[in-house]
Every structure is written in structure tokens, then in C-alpha cells.
């Protein structure tokens, strides 16, 4: 029987409103380890060559790697994959946060989803009582990432972790993504489009809420093993902890791997002005912390002032910061942390919303 995994996936038919769950074999745990090797895996028994990414029929694949759940350092990841709107092949992003650790709270690996909802819903599962149903989502329609998260909460538990979709993947946006965590700890399965996926199937969010917790073949010795990895993990990690990935932004600078003035620039002299350690002296909030994770590197941020006073989010990351700063040529930090925070809440990768807003420029 399989102890720190499920063993098990749903399969969710949008068109015909119907559950199925699978079995996953224990071979199939040992050659791919879950997550995006199986969904390949499954991608690949499965996909038509012509199928387009938003026919109904084509799938998307939503799983956990082996240890989500579990808590070995950072056991929290899921990832999303499907035929790519933006590029036709094989799609593929991977989310942190608390979500995927929830879905194997409620008993399972993984989630398949295929065809399209006359209306929009929501998958809503309940490993607290065995339910998996599909509800109606119209009133959710049209509104953004932080009042979903916030509205399901209102209606299911406390307690849920949803993942959703805002307004750029209800309207197809090619790279728009899955997000998750509200408005403190915003995390997303950006690239690729995968939140176009969603809205291609009028599925507004998956939302999860369980009870369940992996067993361990010897729970003594592998929580031994957590905290001897946790101590190094944090020593090694000491300026991701107090700085997040916005930290890289003056090193990358400086040996000239920054993305400057849409990729012509070789060098930028404020640099530092969007750095992480430029935000912890001025608009820093708090550490925020994915699932079993010893690192920290979210950040929650608040303006106080200027033309953006009021702005509360989740701190930019190196990328958006590279993209939406150095891209752009543009220093001003808090209108960063702004559209950071907008990108968040309707759905949109920031990487690609930044490149391409570079290159028309």
C-alpha cells in the first residue's frame, strides 16, 4: 500500500459532470515520481497530435510530486500541464504554496480535467466528508484572484486552498496562469498558460480542503533526516530567507545577466533601487512561508506612501522585478510591487506581461 503518496487521482469529465477515480501504479511512482512525469506520461498515452489546446477534449494534467504533502523540505509543490495556448506543445508550470500539500490532505495525487462546463464552476473537494462535486461559479465570474480565494473560503472552510483563475484566463490570455493564496502570499503556476487552459473550460478555480496525512515506513527516522536537511538548507539559504529571490537583482546586475531596455542593455546603475535588500529597508511587511518549507522567501509587502499608498501584496519576485524593472529601464519600486500585485489578482504571468510590454516598447 503506498504510504507517503495517495496512490490515486480524480478524473473529472467537465462536458458530461462526471467523477472517476484512478489508481496509480506503484511502477508507474518509481519511474516518474508523480508530478510532471506522470502527467507526461499520461500526455502522452493520451493526446491527439491535432488536437487543439482549448478543444474540450484536451486535457489537463494537475499533479503533486511524491513527497507534496509530506514534510520534507519544500514538500508542497503541483505541477500544471496541458497542450501550451502560447506555443502548441508540451506546457508545463510548477506551483508552491500550500495547495498541493491540501490535495494529498484529501486523499489524492492528482487531478485530470477534460472537457468544457456549459457554465462556469468550480471543482470543490472535500476530503473531510469524501465529497468531490462541481458547483456554480457564475457569481465568480468576472472577478479576480484575491475575491475568489477569499468568496470560496467564505462558502467551503476556512481552512480551503484554492486554486483559480482571474479575469486574463477567462479570456484566454495565452499566458495567463493558475493562481493560489490570496493576496499575502500569492503563488502561481505562471508560464505556459495553463490558466487559459481553465478558462477554455469555464473551470474557475479547484478547491481543496482536507484531513488526510501521509504515513511513513519509519516516521522517526524520517523526520530525523528533515531536520538534519533543515538545518543546512536554512545555513545555505540564509539570503533567500531574508531577501527572497529579489535579492539576486544587483549580483545578476553586475555580472551582466539582468534583462536591461528589452534585452539590448549590458549594465544599469539602479539596479539596486529594486533589490531585495531595497525592499526590506522600505516597504517589507513579513516572511511568508510555502508548505513544509524552512526558507521563507515570500515576502508580503505594504506601501505607506506615495501615488501607490495603500498597495499590499505579495513582494515582487527576481523575475517580475528583472521584467517590470530592469526590461523597462524603470527604478520606481513600489510601481513595481503595484503591478506585481495587479498580475497576481488577474491572473497574469508576469515574465511574459513584461516582455512583451518591453518589446512594444
Request: charged fraction near 20%; charge should be negative.
Amino acid at each position: 500500500m503506498p504510504l507517503v503518496y495517495a496512490g490515486k487521482y480524480l478524473r473529472i469529465d467537465l462536458t458530461t459532470e462526471t467523477v472517476s477515480e484512478h489508481a496509480i501504479d506503484d511502477d508507474d511512482v518509481r519511474a516518474f515520481l508523480i508530478g510532471s512525469g506522470y502527467a507526461a506520461k499520461l500526455f502522452y498515452d493520451e493526446m491527439q497530435p491535432a488536437r487543439a489546446w482549448d478543444d474540450p477534449a484536451s486535457p489537463l494534467y494537475v499533479f503533486n510530486g511524491l513527497l507534496s504533502g509530506t514534510f520534507a523540505p519544500t514538500g508542497c509543490r503541483s505541477s500544471w500541464c496541458a497542450r501550451s495556448p502560447l506555443t502548441g506543445i508540451w506546457g508545463e508550470s510548477n506551483m508552491g504554496g500550500h495547495w498541493g500539500a491540501e490535495l494529498r490532505f484529501a486523499g489524492y495525487d492528482g487531478v485530470v480535467i477534460t472537457g468544457r462546463a456549459e457554465q462556469p464552476v468550480y471543482l470543490w473537494i472535500d476530503g473531510t466528508t469524501g465529497a468531490v462535486e462541481l458547483r456554480d461559479a457564475n457569481r465568480l465570474w468576472g472577478h479576480n484572484h484575491y475575491h475568489v480565494f477569499d468568496a470560496i473560503r467564505a462558502e467551503t472552510d476556512p481552512r480551503t486552498q484554492t486554486a483559480c483563475i482571474g479575469v486574463a484566463g477567462e479570456r484566454l490570455v495565452r499566458y495567463a496562469g493558475v493562481m493560489q493564496g490570496g493576496i499575502e502570499h500569492a503563488r502561481t503556476a505562471g508560464r505556459t498558460g495553463m490558466g487559459a487552459v481553465m478558462g477554455s473550460k469555464n473551470l474557475k478555480a479547484i478547491a481543496v480542503r482536507g484531513k488526510e496525512r501521509p504515513a511513513y515506513h519509519d516516521a522517526k527516522g524520517f523526520r530525523d533526516a528533515v531536520k538534519a536537511s533543515n538545518a543546512i538548507i536554512k545555513d545555505g539559504a540564509m539570503g533567500l530567507t531574508m531577501l527572497g529571490t529579489a535579492g539576486g537583482v544587483p549580483g545578476t546586475e553586475k555580472y551582466g545577466d539582468l534583462p536591461l531596455s528589452n534585452w539590448r542593455g549590458g549594465s544599469w546603475d539602479k539596479a539596486g533601487d529594486i533589490s531585495g535588500q531595497r525592499i526590506a529597508e522600505t516597504i517589507f511587511e513579513r516572511h511568508t512561508f510555502c508548505f513544509a518549507c524552512p526558507i521563507g522567501c515570500g515576502k508580503t509587502i505594504t506601501i505607506d506612501d506615495g501615488p501607490y499608498t495603500g498597495t499590499r501584496g505579495h513582494g515582487p519576485e527576481y523575475e517580475t522585478l528583472g521584467g517590470f524593472g530592469g526590461l523597462l529601464l524603470n527604478s520606481d519600486l513600489n510601481s513595481i510591487s503595484h503591478i506585481n500585485m495587479l498580475c497576481n489578482d488577474y491572473g497574469l504571468d508576469t515574465i511574459s506581461t513584461s516582455a512583451s510590454i518591453a518589446c512594444a516598447f
